[in-house]
């Protein structure tokens, strides 16, 4: 059974900062990309982040470029996402997923359909 278990979230100021991780559990492919997703309320979720567990390359949406930074522990089988100079569009719930590269790489790595495997969210406000 695959599990991924987020923490880390939290209230912060606007200009604060905040690492979130998640913690993978069960998924069997080697081959995989693992992202992280937010949504806000009555919004679509989005692409924020996400990895290749090949080549360590990196994904970001354009809201996010040069503030936030994904990363990965292997050997921990987590994943990070570390947040700066947060502000109060940030605010949503945050969720990670993983999916098999053969499916995420045949598309945007920033697409929610392309994973398959999701974590119940962790939430992120930001008060300005």
């Known amino acids: 059974q695959v599990q991924l278990v987020e923490s880390g979230g939290g209230s912060v100021q606007a200009g604060g900062s905040l690492r979130l991780s998640c913690v993978v559990s069960g998924y069997a492919y080697n081959s995989n990309y693992m992202g992280w997703f937010r949504q806000a309320p009555g919004k679509e979720r989005e692409g924020v982040a996400s990895?290749?567990?090949?080549?360590?390359?990196?994904y970001y949406g354009d809201s996010v470029k040069g503030r936030f930074t994904i990363s990965r522990d292997s050997a921990k089988n987590t994943l990070y996402l570390q947040m700066n100079t947060l502000n109060s569009e940030d605010t949503a719930t945050y969720y990670c997923?993983?999916?098999?590269?053969?499916?995420?790489?045949?598309?945007?790595?920033?697409?929610?359909?392309?994973?398959?495997?999701w974590g119940q969210g962790t939430q992120v406000t930001v008060s300005s």
């Open positions: 990895i290749y567990s090949g080549d360590g390359r990196t």
């Open positions: 997923a993983v999916g098999p590269a053969y499916r995420v790489s045949r598309g945007d790595p920033l697409r929610t359909a392309e994973y398959r495997f």
